[in-house]
């Protein structure tokens, strides 16, 4: 894992926030080249809001264009019954517990929104 890595784990799923921290945040930290990669790791109820809004999932793909990566959890994504809809949205799933562990332990660069 590199240190110039960013990693977002958004769990808060508030319209607002989602568009004006996390979004923002993550595009404008590639756009500006204050890490050379982004991702965000989309977690409970936050998936639920990526299936079902439409605001939320034009502002993924625009930071997307960018480049920002975007993955979420599996689990999650089960527990909700909403695998279908994220797989239609083109979102990566995965199960992210072991990789989160790692990625702490290895003291990445993370931000918990």
Avoid: P, R
């Amino acid at each position: 894992m590199d240190n110039n890595n960013l990693y977002i784990l958004w769990t808060n799923d508030n319209i607002e926030t989602s568009i004006n921290m996390v979004i923002m945040y993550a595009k404008a930290s590639l756009l500006k080249k204050w890490w050379d990669k982004v991702k965000v790791i989309v977690w409970g109820d936050t998936l639920k809001l990526v299936a079902e809004n439409k605001e939320i999932q034009q502002a993924i793909n625009q930071a997307k264009h960018i480049g920002v990566e975007f993955s979420g959890c599996l689990a999650c994504a089960t527990n909700l019954n909403v695998v279908d809809k994220l797989k239609d949205f083109d979102l990566d799933l995965k199960y992210w517990g072991e990789d989160l562990t790692k990625l702490i332990k290895n003291k990445e660069h993370l931000i918990t929104v």
